[in-house]
């Protein structure tokens, strides 16, 4: 099926190639379409006939709202309380139980047009992170056009972090070295909470934790 990319098109295309691994229906329709979720679900499904997205129904859980980070650290400022990170983590997800969820996936074709790399699907258990993820990706894109478009995903910055903690995304500088690291928090626990800080505390890097 032969069909026109629109602006619209093109930006979510190449957020999915680039800088997030899926995007659940009714983010989309709240982002792109101004909450029209007819709209976004017909425009979606052309995408998908056309060959450029895949459609899949998962169980996630509703996500709390993300507003602004949990956590904002950089070098310099004292380490933080990770019991007390964790607790404000983990507080939001109570009453938050599993339910089926349309998101899409970009194709192999649509991430090599775009310049990605091949990624394996998302697990079914990290569907709901993976939300999380593109739902801090689209409060950047609200906010700042500008530094949405320095967002680069897990996927693209994996060969380069061999042996370092791998972050969900990173803004990065015009040689693509990470100026600041995104990681979407979650339920995580205290350890997991410090892990993350000590790693980008390590290779003085700031961080945002949502």
Do not use: C
Request: hydrophobic share 40%; charged share 20%.
């Amino acid at each position: 099926m032969s069909l026109r990319l629109h602006r619209r098109d093109l930006l979510l295309l190449e957020a999915l190639a680039l800088r997030i691994r899926l995007v659940g229906q009714r983010q989309a329709a709240e982002s792109f379409w101004a909450g029209h979720l007819a709209n976004a679900r017909r425009r979606l499904m052309q995408l998908v006939q056309a060959g450029f997205l895949i459609r899949a129904i998962v169980n996630a859980q509703p996500l709390p709202e993300l507003l602004a980070p949990v956590l904002r650290w950089q070098p310099g400022q004292p380490d933080p309380d990770a019991q007390q990170v964790s607790f404000q983590l983990q507080s939001r997800w109570r009453y938050r139980a599993l339910r089926p969820t349309v998101v899409f996936f970009a194709t192999e074709t649509t991430i090599a047009q775009f310049g990605g790399r091949e990624r394996s699907r998302t697990l079914v258990t990290q569907t709901t992170h993976d939300l999380g993820v593109t739902s801090v990706w689209l409060r950047f894109y609200q906010e700042s056009t500008s530094s949405a478009q320095l967002w680069v995903g897990e996927d693209i910055l994996a060969p380069s972090r061999v042996g370092q903690k791998l972050p969900d995304a990173a803004l990065v500088n015009a040689h693509g070295d990470p100026n600041l690291l995104i990681e979407f928090g979650g339920s995580y626990g205290p350890q997991r909470v410090k892990d993350f800080h000590d790693d980008a505390s390590a290779r003085q890097l700031p961080y945002q934790l949502w």
